[in-house]
Nanobody
Framework: QVQLVESGGGLVQPGGSLRLSCAASGSIFSIYEMGWYRKAPGKQRELVATITSGGSTNYADSVKGRFTISRDNAKNTVYLQMNSLKPEDTAVYYC????????????WGQGTQVTVST
C-alpha cells in the first residue's frame, strides 16, 4: 500500500510564504515524477509544478518565479516553496507521484488547504 502524506498548508497574508511537503511511503521501488496540483473553488484541478527523478522541473506560468519545487529522493519527499503568495493561489493543493510499486501507477495525497487572505 502506498500513501502520500502532505503537510504545510495554512493561512497566509498576500506576499507571504509557505512550504508544502509530501512524503511517499509504502512498498515503493522507484518514484519517477512527483508534483503538485491545485483545485480552487469553482475551477478545475490544475498543474502547479512537477519534478522528475533526475531533477527536471516544470511550472505553470502563473507560478513561475514565485514557486520552487524540489525533492529528496532518499526520503521519497517532494517540497513546494511558495513565495510572494497571491489571493488567487488559494486552493487545495494535492501531491502527486507516478511510481513503481506492484505496478506503475499514479498516486495522490489527501490535499492540504492554502488560503491567501488578509
Amino acid at each position: 500500500q502506498v500513501q502520500l502524506v502532505e503537510s504545510g498548508g495554512g493561512l497566509v497574508q498576500p506576499g507571504g510564504s509557505l512550504r508544502l511537503s509530501c512524503a511517499a511511503s509504502g512498498s515503493i521501488f522507484s518514484i519517477y515524477e512527483m508534483g503538485w496540483y491545485r483545485k480552487a473553488p469553482g475551477k478545475q484541478r490544475e498543474l502547479v509544478a512537477t519534478i522528475t527523478s533526475g531533477g527536471s522541473t516544470n511550472y505553470a506560468d502563473s507560478v513561475k518565479g514565485r514557486f520552487t519545487i524540489s525533492r529528496d529522493n532518499a526520503k521519497n519527499t517532494v517540497y513546494l516553496q511558495m513565495n510572494s503568495l497571491k489571493p488567487e493561489d488559494t486552493a487545495v493543493y494535492y501531491c502527486h507521484a507516478n511510481l513503481l510499486s506492484v505496478t506503475v501507477n499514479n498516486y495522490w495525497g489527501q490535499g492540504t488547504q492554502v488560503t491567501v487572505s488578509t
